[in-house]
Structures are given as C-alpha cells and as structure tokens.
C-alpha cells in the first residue's frame, strides 16, 4: 500500500488553489447562474467562499456555521433546499471534507455546501434538526470516516457493528490483500 497523500483541495477563494489540480469546464445552467447571482446576499451574515465546480455552486464552509447556513439556505424563499440529496465524506489525508448536495423542489436548482475538518479531530454540528434525511448520512459518516456530528440525536453504528475498530472510509485504514486460492 502506498503511503502518498492527495494534496488538499485548493481553497474556493477566487484566485486560489495555484492551478495544481486538474480542473473540468464549469457549466452552470440558466437557474443555476440565477443562484450564484443571489448567494451573496442570503449567504451575507456568513463567512463563506463561493465557486463553481463544474455544474454546481459551491460555498465553503466553516464548521461551527454550517447549521445555520443550512438552515438559511432552506429558509429562505430566493433559494429554498428543501432536500438533502446526499451528505458524503471526502479524505484528503489530514483533512476530511464534509459534503452537504442540496436541492431545492421548489425552485429545482442544486448546490453544495462543503465543511473541512481536521481529520484528528473531526466535529462538525449535525444538520438533522434542518433536514431529518440528515440521520442516516451522518451515521454512514461517523461509521466510515469518524466523524463526529455533534447534536445528532443518534450516532450509533449504522453499517458497521459496535466497537468495530477503525473507520475503513480512511485512506489510511489498512487493507489487506486479498490471496488467490
């Protein structure tokens, strides 16, 4: 097994990133350019960072605020992210990106929202009391990467057993291979 780290993903800030990684062409469609016009503004009482990744918008995140973006994001009437399409956990090595996809019924546009912990101390507030669809993502998460969702009403085990040691989402987790017979 090899012991090399994917360098972190390069920062959303505009400008940022030292064009190391391999980029896609951005295409954002006529409701989602319509939703990058008006972020700014529902997303102004939040320090965040927004991009584009190839049809989506992105805003970065920090951790202690992702609850009430969230729940701004679905609050609000310009934006609307009723659903919580996916909630997934990316491993960059010494940090773990949360990944929050949202969709708005509604208005019927998508973006995400991204969170980045240190992976030896991966907390991040629990978004369930916004979407309940929340729960089960975020144990997937605890069980696979040992990220701690702080608030969620219950972090038990949800693919993985009680106990079971390590989180086998890592990179760092240690496979064994596998012998022919």
């Given amino acids: 097994m090899s012991d090399a780290r994917p360098t972190p993903p390069p920062s959303h800030s505009p400008g940022a ?3 190391h990684a391999p980029s896609a062409p951005q295409r954002l469609d006529a409701r989602a350019q319509a ?4 972020l700014p503004e529902v997303l102004r009482p939040f320090s965040i960072a927004l991009s584009v ?10 951790a202690e605020q992702v609850v009430e973006v969230c729940r701004s994001l679905r609050d609000d009437p310009r934006t609307r992210m009723d659903f919580l399409r996916c909630l997934s956990v990316v491993d960059y090595g010494d940090i773990l990106e949360v990944v929050y996809h ?3 019924m509604e208005k019927r546009h ?3 929202v991204k969170v980045r912990v240190p992976a030896d101390k991966p907390e991040v507030p629990s978004v369930t009391g916004v979407w309940k669809g929340a729960d089960w993502f975020e144990r997937e998460g605890r069980d696979l990467y040992g990220v701690v969702f702080i608030g969620h009403p219950n972090l038990a085990p949800l693919l993985l ?3 079971f040691p390590g989180f086998p989402g890592r990179k760092s987790y240690p ?3 596998y012998k022919e017979w």
Avoid: R
């Avoid at 939703?35 to 008006?38: G, R, T, Y």
């Fill in 53 to 62: 990744a190839l049809d989506e918008v992105v805003a970065l995140v920090p």
């Fill in 110 to 112: 998508k973006m995400v």
């Fill in 17 to 19: 990133g030292g064009g």
């Fill in 35 to 38: 939703l990058q016009a008006i």
């Fill in 161 to 163: 057993w009680e106990g």
């Fill in 102 to 104: 949202l969709w708005s």
């Fill in 175 to 177: 496979f064994y291979d």
